[in-house]
């Protein structure tokens, strides 16, 4: 399975960025599917994950009522749509997928998000 990101970019502060994941293989399910990030020097930090069959959603507190995943199941597609961006959102945001909901199995390359002041 290959997960790839777009969308990544600079923003200033307050903007608005959408991100994209397309996953694709031969032969692969999903459960369900994730976005995570990274900043320097700091740990990998969940963001949000949808569950693929139903479109329930779960968010990090530190951005509920700002970003929204969505999904596309036709093109195996997850996005975030992220807004009122802050200098703190600033990281690598990955996308990762769980084919059996038991743990994110397969990760994209990561795309860069840089909220300037």
């Known amino acids: 399975v290959q997960l790839v990101e777009s969308g990544g970019g600079l923003v200033q502060a307050g903007g608005s960025l959408r991100l994209s994941c397309a996953a694709s293989?031969?032969?692969?399910?999903?459960?369900?599917m994730g976005w995570f990030r990274q900043a320097p020097g700091r740990e990998r930090e969940f963001v949000a994950s949808?569950?693929?069959?139903?479109?329930?959603?779960y968010y990090a507190d530190s951005v509920k009522g700002r970003f929204t995943i969505s999904k596309d199941n036709a093109k195996n597609t997850v996005y975030l749509q992220m807004n009122s961006l802050k200098l703190e959102d600033t990281a690598v945001y990955s996308c990762?997928?769980?084919?059996?909901?038991?743990?994110?199995?397969?990760w994209g390359q990561g795309t860069q998000v840089t909220v300037s002041s």
């Open positions: 990762a997928l769980t084919s059996e909901g038991t743990g994110f199995d397969y």
């Open positions: 293989g031969r032969t692969f399910s999903i459960a369900g």
């Open positions: 949808i569950v693929w069959s139903s479109g329930i959603t």
